[in-house]
Each structure stands twice: as structure tokens, then as C-alpha cells.
């Protein structure tokens, strides 16, 4: 799934080729990938709009239109967002596209999982409630030591389990966690109670740093995540457990373990994490 540094790499990229632009033509081609209104009423309320902003919130790509709605994406396991031309060749598995003049943005998701909501200001549909309850972000200021141990020090679940809770680390997911807990030197079985303070100050400091290092290297691909010109991040480069099981740990040698941690597979070095 598309974390916090792809989607922000995405972001980056759409924001100055999409600002200023007005969506002049809407075609659905999966109406389940319409999370919100109906497909009629999203295609009604988005053709005519001027794109005014692209932001993004955890993972969750959020573009503004005037007249004060909004366009919110979560590309979920697989989706990717393609800028092209209209007269380059389709793209297999799109889903919806948004015509641009002589451009087009298109919403490509295999699995068809992802989802596409549009929304005025103010507006809180029940299908977005994960959004609108989403925490703070590791990369912000307000994440800090304090902060975290706040939010774990009486919590009895593994560690791994609570940086993958939305509403306490908004944005993480199982790649930038496992690479995190790797930096800080903590296993992610372990209790998050029982993490001692030069523990969770490591852990706040690590999070921070593997997001914004994820965002500098454009991502982390290692199955469907793509740039919106298809191009591939560069952060799978940098993976020190992710993606490594049985391979030498990069600082001691010891072979990568994985283990299922809250039904997710996550890898740490049995050395080096303690």
C-alpha cells in the first residue's frame, strides 16, 4: 500500500501540472472505486470544477476544487495516479479519468480496492470517518517523545501493532514501520508498554527520519507503487528489513526474520532489535 512518502512523492508531482487546471470531462469506469457521493452525483460535481490546490492527508491525496469541494483518493493496496496525454495509449486497469483539455489524470487500480470521494466543506460522510479521525503525522512537530509515550506507555500490544494504528501515527504503514523499528533497535513483538523512554525517544526520532528519507528517494517500490509518470521510487534501494527476509542484516550479518505481527508480515534483524 502507497504510505505517507509515496503518496507525498505524488503530491509533489501532480500539484504544479494539475493547480489551474478545469476538469472538463469525468468517465467512470468501475462505479465501486466512487466511494462517495453516488457515480452520477460525482461525476455531476466534478466536471466544470478549477482545480486549486493538491494536498495530502497520511495517505490519503486530497485534491481542492473551488466552489469548496474537495476530491480525496486513498489508493489502498494498488492504486496509482497517471498524468498523460489523451492521446497516449490506455491503461489497462484504469478506473476512472479525469479529463483535463489535452490531458488527463487517470486512477489505475488493479485490484480495485482504492477509492475516490468527493466532498463539500464541511461535509463528513460515514465512509470517511478513518480520514476525518486521522492523528498526527510522524513528520510533523507535534510528534515527539512526549507525544508517543502518551500514546503507548500503557498499552500492552506489540509495538509494530500500534505504529500501524492510524489514530496514533497517521501516514505509517508496514513498509516505514518495520524500517523504523529497525533504526530504533526495537523488536516489534515487543510490548509497547515496556519500552523505556531512550527507547521511545529513538523510536519518534526513527519515524520521522525514515518518512522524510522515503520522501527524498520518491518512494518505495517493490510491488505495484508507481510515480505519476510511471516511474518506479528509488527507496527499496535503502530497505534495511523490509523486503529482506533470510537476507544478511546490513550492520551484523544475522539473517532477516519475519514473523506475523496483528496478521501482518513484518521483518527485523534478531540482533540488532532487541
Known amino acids: 500500500m502507497p504510505e505517507l512518502p509515496e503518496v507525498e512523492t505524488i503530491r509533489r508531482e ?8 478545469k476538469i472538463t470531462g469525468c468517465e467512470i469506469l468501475r462505479p465501486d472505486i466512487i466511494g462517495h457521493p453516488s457515480a ?39 492504486g496509482a495516479l497517471i498524468f498523460q496525454s ?14 483535463l483539455n489535452r490531458r488527463e489524470l487517470v486512477f489505475e487500480e488493479p485490484r480495485v480496492l ?25 513528520i510533523a512537530g507535534s510528534f515527539d517523545f512526549a507525544y508517543l509515550k502518551q500514546k503507548i506507555k500503557h498499552r500492552r500490544v506489540a509495538i509494530k501493532t500500534l505504529l500501524l494504528d492510524q489514530s496514533i501515527c497517521a501516514g505509517i504503514g508496514n513498509i516505514y514501520s518495520d524500517e523504523a523499528l529497525f533504526r530504533a533497535g526495537i523488536r516489534p513483538l515487543r510490548r509497547a508498554c515496556r519500552l523505556v523512554d531512550k527507547e ?12 522524510l528519507d522515503g520522501i527524498d528517494n520518491f518512494g518505495t517500490t517493490v510491488s505495484d507503487y508507481k510515480r505519476s509518470d510511471g516511474r518506479a521510487g528509488n ?40
Do not use: M, W
Not at 114 to 138: I, M, Q, T, W
Open 14 to 21: 501532480l500539484g504544479p501540472k494539475l493547480v489551474g487546471r
Open 40 to 78: 452520477p452525483a460525482f461525476k455531476r460535481g466534478l466536471v466544470g470544477k478549477k482545480i486549486i490546490g493538491v494536498g495530502r492527508r497520511a495517505k490519503y491525496l486530497v485534491i481542492e476544487l473551488d466552489h469548496g469541494h474537495k476530491l480525496i483518493i486513498h489508493l489502498r493496496l494498488s
Open 86 to 99: 489523451i492521446s497516449d495509449p490506455p491503461i489497462k486497469y484504469a478506473r476512472l479519468v479525469l479529463r
Open 114 to 138: 482504492g477509492r475516490a470521494y468527493l466532498v463539500r466543506d464541511g461535509e463528513k460522510p460515514a465512509v470517511l470517518k478513518g480520514f476525518f479521525n486521522l492523528s498526527r503525522e510522524p
Open 200 to 211: 521511545i525517544s529513538r523510536l519518534a526520532k526513527a519515524l520521522k527520519e525514515v518518512l
Open 235 to 274: 527507496f527499496q534501494k535503502l530497505l534495511n528489513v523490509y523486503a529482506r527476509e533470510d537476507e544478511p542484516c546490513k550492520i551484523c550479518g544475522t539473517r532477516i526474520a519475519i514473523r506475523k505481527v496483528g496478521n501482518r508480515s513484518t521483518r527485523y534483524c534478531p540482533k540488532c532489535q532487541h
